[in-house]
């Protein structure tokens, strides 16, 4: 069942691809495996995916010790700053760094270990109270500012667009996260790469997709719902 959803969605992916005229390896299909136990991704490892989503810090390192260690392990949600140091040497890549406080304690942490360690800058595009993240127009200062740390490594944006019915309500989201990352990488800035663009979830990733987006983050489209009562 996994297999098949998981076999269904990279074929959405590529239909978005298609349609938007983009190259099909432009876009990482990360599978978000939070709260789903370890059986359920080696059913996915089966298709040959290595790109896993996790929100939690204990979930990841739980995961971490058991899986093969050739898995590239995205840490999609809001971090700690007491929690760092558990995982800067096994994620591939950070996708919610919302402060310079926060990126100064992976400085700190990956100086240590003596890793290099990539990050994505979040963005609270639509401003919304409930959401962490940047809003649109502190994210230019912010990213100048820890492109000075020497172990942290800005490779682009992420955004987590509102819930909405309609997927195409989503689209305007898209499209301003892709014009800041435009303007960035514009000011050709030391130490920042904005190639990345992490956007889309089950309910609007062909949307994303067609709207510049580099990763997608699709969990209950692979795994099924979740069941946070467990
Ligand atoms: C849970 C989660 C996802 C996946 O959500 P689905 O709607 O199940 O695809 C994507 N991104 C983040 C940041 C998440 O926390």
């Known amino acids: 069942m996994i297999r098949e959803n998981y076999r269904e969605v990279d074929l959405k992916v590529k239909e978005a691809c298609e349609k938007a005229s983009r190259h099909r390896e432009e876009v990482t299909l990360i599978a978000v495996s939070k709260t789903k136990p370890v059986s359920d991704i080696e059913e996915v490892l089966l298709e040959d995916v290595l790109d896993f989503g996790e929100n939690k810090v204990q979930e990841i390192t739980q995961k971490y010790e058991v899986l093969p260690k050739n898995i590239r392990w995205h840490m999609i ?12 040497d096994k994620v591939f890549l950070i996708h919610s760094v919302d402060s310079v406080e926060l990126a100064k304690e992976i400085e700190k942490e990956a100086a240590k270990k003596n890793v290099h360690v990539n990050i994505l ?18 994210v230019e200062a912010t990213a100048r500012t820890i492109a000075l ?34 303007d960035i990488k514009h000011k050709n800035i030391d130490n920042i790469n904005m190639c990345e663009l992490s956007m889309g979830m089950t309910g609007d990733y062909q949307v994303a997709i067609e709207e510049g987006a580099t990763m997608v983050r699709v969990g209950t489209g692979i795994f099924g719902e979740r069941n946070y009562n467990r």
């Open 121 to 138: 800058l979040e963005v609270n595009v639509a401003r919304e109270e409930s959401k962490f993240g940047l809003y649109v127009d502190e």
């Open 77 to 88: 949600g809001h971090l700690q700053k007491n929690k760092v140091k558990y995982i800067v």
């Open 149 to 182: 740390l020497p172990h942290v490594h800005i490779q682009g944006l992420m955004t987590i667009a509102p819930f909405v019915d309609n997927p195409e309500d989503n689209r305007g989201i898209f499209q301003k996260l892709k014009q800041l990352c435009v």
